[in-house]
């Protein structure tokens, strides 16, 4: 009881008796085991290297574990006893709910496939875009250019302070009497009372959160627009004395009028204009046309 595996017998000396190896011989393998890190690194002491390699001579399991320590045998992992039914219980569990998991990620992907489809569907039907767009306001819009063009086209940039969505070419109207609405700018200011032809323009912004995905919005465009004499040409081929912006309640903004003094296009503009109109897929024999561009907001003003 209590005796040492390596301690020696009264009297004998300190070589290796027969009754000594008999001992290390049986040394637990639990023990080896803990031993062989140590036995591996070379720190232990000289008779525990004794004891252990006297030991895996003789112990075929301890040798293996060493050669699998030193990398000369894959490592396994042991099968630990009587738990062959638990992982095998935990494995079908798993599967089980790996199964379950699954079956609710292709439900959930194919639920949000198809409210995609009748998002898409339903932003795209002319019902839905009718009842979000809305015309934007006079007093939001203003003149930011006003050039005559090389070719002697107008060029009219205007800014609006909520994103386009949708455009109205322009249509002619007669200005005839100064109580009309068309005889009004759009701060209520009377003008002259005369006969003359105008041109009135309207832009519209709508409240869809996907415009800007599915449509071109800007907040700028320009209008180049084919002038001659200080007028401006109409679709129609009558002369008109102004260049009207309609808002949402039919107040109408003077974006250019007859006789206002009208530069020349500067270089910039012109290259604007020019590699626009490269892309434009109008006719390009029809001259009253009024070409519509978006403009760049990076492009400097002067």
Not at 202 to 215: G, L
């Amino acid at each position: 009881m209590g005796e040492s595996y390596l301690s020696q017998g009264p009297g004998e000396d300190t070589g290796h008796s027969g009754k000594e190896e008999y001992i290390m011989a049986k040394i637990p393998c639990e023990i080896i085991r803990d031993l062989l890190p140590l036995y591996q690194d070379d720190i232990c002491s000289e008779k525990s290297r004794n004891a252990i390699e006297e030991h895996i001579k003789e112990c075929e399991s301890c040798r293996t574990y060493l050669k699998k320590m030193e990398g000369e045998i894959p490592i396994e992992t042991d099968k630990i006893e009587g738990t062959d039914e638990e992982w095998k219980g935990f494995r079908e569990f798993s599967e089980k709910v790996s199964r379950k998991l699954n079956r609710r990620i292709v439900m959930a992907c194919g639920v949000v496939f198809l409210i995609c489809i009748m998002l898409t569907v339903a932003l795209y039907s002319d019902a839905f875009q009718s009842y979000h767009l809305s015309r934007i306001a006079a007093e939001d819009i203003k003149v930011e250019e006003v050039y005559q063009l090389k070719n002697g086209r107008l060029y009219v940039h205007v800014k609006s302070k909520r994103r386009t969505t949708g455009l109205s070419y322009p249509q002619t109207d007669i200005d005839t009497d100064t109580n009309t609405v068309a005889g009004k700018d759009a701060v209520g200011a009377v003008r002259e009372p005369k006969n003359s032809v105008t041109y009135g323009i309207s832009m519209n912004s709508s409240i869809n959160p996907f415009a800007r995905v599915m449509y071109i919005t800007s907040k700028e465009v320009a209008y180049v627009i084919p002038f001659e004499d200080g007028q401006i040409i109409t679709d129609n081929g009558t002369k008109a004395s102004e260049f009207d912006y309609v808002g949402r309640s039919g107040e109408k903004k003077i974006l250019w009028q007859e006789n206002d003094e009208v530069k020349k296009a500067p270089a910039r503009v012109e290259k604007f204009v020019k590699e626009s109109l490269e892309k434009e897929e109008d006719d390009p024999a029809d001259e009253n046309a009024v070409k519509v561009l978006w403009v760049n907001p990076q492009m400097p003003l002067q």
